[in-house]
């Protein structure tokens, strides 16, 4: 609940959605339900939908169905609403609401500094074993030469005007568009520190991606290159990790999938499988969604 947090979260200016972010579903003065609108622009070929993803999404637990209530009428201003994830009740929920199960997000982890996972907390036999996994998995990262590679932080200033590949459609596979006005916004979040970088070859650029930071954890919380060669893929993810590991706070690197692509690039440069998520799609009316892989992040 820190102002400068939801002032972020809900009001700071976003190019791609007119006021307010945050919803409220009151009766009689008292707020019964609330949701925060994350905009997504989704492309698939030549289609692009204007999807959200709610986050933030709570009830009254006497008030029964306003959760519910609240879904539906935000539902009602983009074409589609992402969901992937969430609470036991969440997942009895979506369902019964109309949501489509359109594929899985798939957690990965790296440890890249296992002694940091000790700090402050209580030796026990489960600690050791965490520690001893982790150490395992350290060890057994690749190395991955990036001879000739170079990852460049951009600032926000500097979105506008830098020679960035920006991700673009492959046949098969819909993704949600990244623009230097949304990443602006992303880079002005005061609870994560985030950090963007564009990635070129030979001084051409081929790729970005975009660093979150929180206690003792960086999140690849978005990588793309423009390529179908495993190899650049995974010294991308590598370009990623040797930036992270600069900071001396971070115990593991983190990041998220949804299709074999990046899927592969993770597990290519080390990264472990820790645990699923349903990736869930709710259409509006007469709204087709994607028939293919659906990249999230």
């Known amino acids: 609940v ?59 637990a006497k008030a029964v169905g306003s959760g519910v209530t609240l879904m539906k009428r935000v539902a009602q201003m983009a074409d589609a ?27 990965f982890a790296r440890p890249v500094r296992p002694l940091r996972r000790l700090a402050g907390q209580k030796l026990s036999p489960r600690l050791g074993a965490q520690f001893a996994r982790s150490l395992l998995w350290r060890l057994q990262a690749p190395s991955v030469r990036t001879q000739g590679w170079t990852a460049s932080r951009i600032a926000p200033e ?79 993810i590598q370009l990623a990790v040797s930036q992270a590991m600069r900071d001396p706070a971070v115990a593991e690197v983190v990041s998220m999938a949804s299709d074999p692509v990046t899927r592969q690039a993770l597990i290519d440069s080390g990264f472990h499988p ?7 799609l709710l259409a509006g009316k007469g709204v087709e969604l994607p028939a293919g892989q659906i990249r999230f992040q």
């Open 2 to 60: 820190e102002l400068r947090h939801l002032q972020w979260k809900c009001w700071e200016d976003r190019s791609d959605w007119v006021g307010s972010r945050g919803y409220v579903l009151a009766r009689e003065g008292e707020i019964q339900a609330h949701g925060t609108v994350v905009p997504l622009s989704c492309v698939n070929g030549q289609q692009s939908l204007k999807m959200i993803y709610l986050i933030d999404w709570a009830a009254d």
């Open 81 to 107: 609403v992402v969901a992937v994830g969430g609470s036991d009740m969440t997942q009895k929920v979506l369902p019964a609401l109309g949501f489509k199960t359109c594929g899985e997000v798939t957690k």
């Open 158 to 236: 500097q979105l506008a005007s830098a020679a960035i590949r920006w991700p673009h459609a492959r046949e098969g596979t819909a993704f949600f568009a990244r623009t230097a006005e949304t990443t602006a916004y992303f880079l002005k979040c005061p609870a994560a520190p985030m950090e963007f970088y564009s990635v070129a070859r030979d001084s051409s650029s081929r790729g970005c991606f975009l660093l979150a930071y929180a206690p003792g954890q960086a999140r690849i919380a978005d990588f793309y290159i423009d390529s179908q060669d495993r190899e650049d893929w995974r010294i991308l």
């Open 274 to 280: 820790r645990g699923d998520s349903p990736l869930r």
